[in-house]
């Protein structure tokens, strides 16, 4: 029974100088983190660079990508790659992804699949979108819809946006899955309110026609406006035939609602 | 020896008008450069000093801003060349999106707008028939300062952006050496392939 006792004991020890040990380096990776937030780059990176050199992989792949982009220290490509090796050899999910993406870019396939495994396997979103496409570009020996199709819901339910734009595609095209138009307009609904342009697109002739979803010319024309901010290939006779369809109030109304519009990010 | 004066005397006139009325007219166009520059450098104070969103969701729409000044389809003819007229409509579209991306995440910062960031005008000067040059720089924390050279053209009445130059480099004519040896190795799909790449990247979290 005391023995029992001791080895609780021993047990709550252990955990309290866990986390007293550990705490302190969270808060301070938090604290960081809340400094880049606010836009002070060269506070934040003080602190990386203090919490990277005692091992902590958030903080060495923060210091990696302050190196590459030059927000907060001078650019070093040498440094920024020597932190991010650092990082993926924690086996910190963002760290292994963009390793497989310069994996990607050399070409260097098998070792770039490994690092989106390893990240996917901790159920990182955009790892996991990434594999998916490699499984549908066949680049993991050959291709495979449905593993592809798994992986990218995965992502989507998730939230990342570009999974959700290619969910669409997949429902739409019947591609790893059963073709399905209103879950394909769905998923570009829900990628297009996160501001994705391709999905916004999609949108407008989704909305113009009724495909998916029930014909509204109004909310064709609000996601018109919306993506054009930033697309300026939509022709004048197709945003005529919009705007006449509709009455004065109405394009008043989707014109009011386009300019209201905040892309609303999933966390 | 009278007709000599007369003809000095008209040429020191016509020099006269040069200089009244030639700069005069550069001049407005310089002063409307400098004034592009300096409302984007106070659009980057409105947008990236905030703290009630996500620092990533403010320089999205600061980059909303600042994407109207700037002539990407200008500046993707000269980072691409003829490769630019070979490319389908969805690719150029594609091409103008992916890029205009990278090109506001690289360079924008150099508008400032961060709490300790500190953005001065130089000078600005008129360079050759088209184009005006207005110097900026940035001073921030522990960096070195940055100048930068914003070109400015007149494109269907409206000024905007069409290059950078850092540290006396052209930024589009950088990439357009970058680019075109990708693009002679793998194509406008290996190119597209590489941004498409490049916006996958994870970023600081």
């Not at chain 2, 005397?9 to 407005?28: E, H, K, M, N, Y």
């Not at chain 2, 961060?114 to 924390?141: E, F, K, M, S």
Request: hydrophobic share 40%; proline share 3%; no cysteine.
């Amino acid at each position: 029974m005391s023995e029992q006792k001791n080895r609780n004991g021993i047990f709550w020890v252990v955990i309290a100088a866990f986390v007293l040990f550990f705490a302190p380096h969270y808060a301070i990776a938090d604290e960081a983190l809340r400094l880049y937030n606010q836009g002070y780059f060269a506070k934040a990176v003080a602190i990386w660079k203090k919490d990277a050199k005692t091992g902590l992989p958030k903080a060495q792949f923060n210091l990696s990508r302050a190196f590459l982009t030059g927000k907060g220290t001078d650019k070093d490509l040498d440094q920024a790659l020597y932190w991010l090796e650092k990082a993926a050899k924690g086996n910190y999910p963002p760290a292994l992804h963009n390793q497989a993406l310069q994996y990607l870019e050399d070409q260097k396939i098998s070792s770039a699949l490994q690092k989106l495994e390893k990240a996917a396997n901790q159920n990182f979103p955009a790892s996991l979108y990434s594999l998916g496409k490699m499984h549908q570009a066949g680049l993991t020996g050959s291709e495979n819809p449905k593993k592809a199709f798994a992986l990218i819901r995965s992502a989507g339910e998730l939230g990342f946006h570009k999974a959700q734009y290619n969910l669409g595609k997949m429902y739409r095209d019947g591609y790893g899955v059963k073709a399905d138009m209103k879950q394909s307009t769905q998923w570009f609904l829900r990628a297009a309110h996160q501001g994705h342009l391709k999905a916004q697109i999609k949108m407008i002739m989704r909305y113009q026609k009724g495909v998916g979803i029930s014909a509204d010319p109004a909310q064709a024309y609000k996601w018109l406006l919306i993506a054009e901010e930033r697309y300026r290939g939509f022709s004048l006779t197709k945003k005529k035939k919009l705007l006449d369809s509709l009455s004065l109030e109405e394009r008043n109304l989707a014109a009011a609602e386009a300019q209201l519009f905040r892309p609303v990010l999933e966390k | 020896m009278e007709s000599n004066l007369k003809i000095t005397t008209f040429f020191r006139l016509i020099v006269v008008l040069l200089i009244l009325g030639g700069p005069a007219q550069a001049s407005d166009k310089e002063k409307q450069a400098e004034k592009l520059i300096h409302d984007l450098i106070l659009a980057a104070q409105s947008h990236l000093s905030g703290e009630d969103t996500t620092i990533l969701e403010r320089e999205t729409a600061f980059h909303n801003v600042a994407r109207k000044k700037i002539d990407f389809p200008v500046l993707a003819s000269l980072v691409t060349g003829k490769y630019w007229t070979e490319m389908s409509d969805e690719q150029q579209q594609e091409f103008l999106h992916l890029f205009s991306d990278f090109f506001l995440k690289s360079y924008a910062p150099l508008l400032g707008g961060y709490p300790d960031h500190q953005v001065d005008l130089i000078r600005t000067r008129q360079y050759g028939i088209a184009d005006v040059i207005v110097q900026t720089i940035l001073i921030r924390p522990s960096q070195r300062p940055a100048k930068s050279e914003w070109r400015v053209r007149e494109i269907e009445g409206t000024l905007r952006i069409v290059d950078i130059s850092i540290s006396g480099s052209s930024v589009g004519f950088s990439h357009r050496v970058g680019f075109h040896n990708h693009l002679q190795r793998k194509g406008i799909e290996g190119l597209l392939d590489l941004l498409r790449l490049r916006a996958q990247q994870v970023p600081t979290q």
